[in-house]
């Protein structure tokens, strides 16, 4: 576990991808870490307005390259985006390179590990900087024997109906909820994005599949002390891909209460546009049966991501499901997560 | 993916632990592939009668040493005994060293990879003999996408109420009583017991998570051009810790029929005792809602364990799950496959 909340004075590298979904990682950061963001590392946008590419973003300045951003003193470069492949790009390596030299540390949740990388990890060990990857499986391999079940502390899990949907951003919003209301509401990541967020947790999809679980069990039980933890899901039961980590999850953390995370109007899985989602009921029934075979949950609430869909769909959408489902439905951004927070102290039966 | 077919003249290593459940692995390779087997190496049982210790063994020499087994010309050490914890005994290591320097091929399954061992290795390097760790994780990574559906051969899986209960041998005999009708039937293996007997597959618990269901699809479109498939499962899905990798490779294989395996009597979590198995009913609910997800399938038929399980408790439990969820119940070993493997046949819905 690494706690990335000692720097305060990041410097995002979005390197020729700065945009909401492009650098979806720098986005969210901007979201919710803006106090600890000094600038955006970005030779093609450099001297741009950030809030006219990043609408919530608070003014911070864009800069070509490692010497223009010196002046801004950054305590780490925060690797924004995931560019697809394995291999690191030239353009990002050079910054890398840079950053390294200057004695500024590196966090980054590429596959890729930057700490093997021969020509990278001599230049920290040279210059005394660190690199920290959060995709390196952790040292501990624990297998989940069920015992977050014995926690004081009241536990939610978004869940989703497949992968980008915005499971995090709906923990991270009932989490504020929770904090709003005075408790010790934590948010507990399960992704890169998260424990840059957050400044830890652990990335689930690294973990060898027999210590998934129990890597989760881990992170509950180090917040068993707080009023309440939100777990943050990832993929969705009936993804072909990812159904094994989001099970994992589920029964690694044994929640009292599920947000089901919805992107309405989404018929197809995203990552295999011509696979069909199973229906909702379908998916919405799997989870409630293989959350119940160890420890009493239902799914509260359903967060609708409303993301380019038609006020239309979304209305009928919210109205569908209300009724189907007799749950309240809010978009977190748009309207709040105060309905879905208030379902989900509600008694688990 | 490694072929260990091409082995006809191995000696299993069970140093000090050789029985019935105390080396099940060599158990298992002394019911299954007997034929390639020509020894078996443990200084303590040393000149006993296998079949004294292994009812259904053949009768093959049990050596003391590596020296003692050179007459039999071995082509492979393959370690039958699972010891817990991470390191290596030391009473193993002698016998591994002695294997490596006499040009024996080493064939493990255990967690640690001998291949990493530096004095392991370097031996290996000086005889040119070969060390093959079936733990180690395959280097090619896919995230499943469900194409498992689009084989023309017919998907069988075993899933579980329970780790140890007996996924893997119900899996083999199927396999053989389709063979036995001659079909095409394979068996596919997905942890290192089941390895070693047909000689290829992948020891799932091993990959990391987010390619587990992706190793498992691999399988089985390598398995296409079959008339059938057998799918050995892994873990329960209401298994705190392994439930992820079970439900991985279920929406990896998309069975089109599945067989439970279930402990006659069993109650409680064999690796954590105090742990009440979710029941029968809503663990088989919970299998049939996440595999109809991607594709449908039914559980025709129960296999059940009767091992140390009294008459009455046997019949009565058969008799229950026959009434109340109409399907075949048979224990494979003693009452053969041909009820499961039939009902697996019938066209899925």
């Not at 600038?39 to 001297?47: F, H, M, R, T, Y």
């Not at 696979?275 to 967060?303: D, K």
């Not at 977190?332 to 927070?341: W, Y």
Request: charged share 20%; hydrophobic share 40%.
């Amino acid at each position: 576990v690494h706690d990335l909340t000692e720097y305060k004075r990041i410097l995002l590298l979005t390197e020729g991808r700065l945009g909401v979904f492009t650098s979806k990682t720098a986005a969210v950061l901007l979201r919710y870490r803006h106090q600890d963001i000094v600038g955006v590392l970005d030779s093609g946008c450099a001297g741009r307005k950030l809030s006219e590419l990043i609408p919530w973003a608070p003014e911070r300045p864009i800069v070509p390259d490692i010497a223009g951003a010196l002046e801004l003193e950054p305590d780490a470069l925060f690797v924004g985006i995931h560019p697809t492949g394995g291999a690191l790009p030239a353009e990002l390596r050079e910054h890398l390179q840079a950053a390294l030299e200057a004695g500024i540390d590196l966090v980054s949740g590429l596959h890729t590990l930057l700490g093997e990388d021969d020509e990278l990890s001599t230049l920290a060990q040279e210059s005394g900087a660190r690199i920290i990857d959060l995709r390196r499986p952790p040292t501990q391999r624990r297998v989940a024997t069920g015992r977050a079940r014995t926690t004081g502390c009241r536990r939610i899990l978004t869940v989703g109906t497949d992968c980008n949907v915005g499971k995090m951003v709906t923990a991270l919003e009932l989490a504020r909820a929770g904090q709003r209301r005075g408790l010790d509401a934590r948010f507990l990541a399960t992704g890169q994005t998260g424990m840059m967020v957050s400044g830890r947790g652990v990335a689930v999809d690294a973990v060898v599949s027999d210590f998934a679980a129990g890597a989760i069990e881990e992170l509950v039980l180090d917040a068993a002390d707080a009023d309440l933890c939100v777990v943050e899901g990832q993929g969705s039961i009936g993804h072909p891909g990812f159904s094994g980590v989001a099970l994992a999850i589920l029964h690694g953390a044994c929640p009292d209460a599920m947000i089901l995370v919805h992107h309405a109007g989404r018929t197809h899985n995203k990552s295999a546009p011509r696979e069909p989602l199973p229906p909702l009921r379908a998916q919405w029934s799997a989870y409630e049966q293989a959350a119940n075979l160890l420890h009493p949950a239902r799914i509260v609430g359903v967060a609708l991501n409303t993301h380019e869909v038609s006020k239309s769909v979304v209305q009928s959408e919210k109205k569908r499901i209300e009724e189907e489902f007799q749950v309240p439905v809010a978009n977190p951004l748009a309207d709040g997560c105060e309905s879905l927070f208030a379902a989900a102290l509600e008694p688990n039966y």
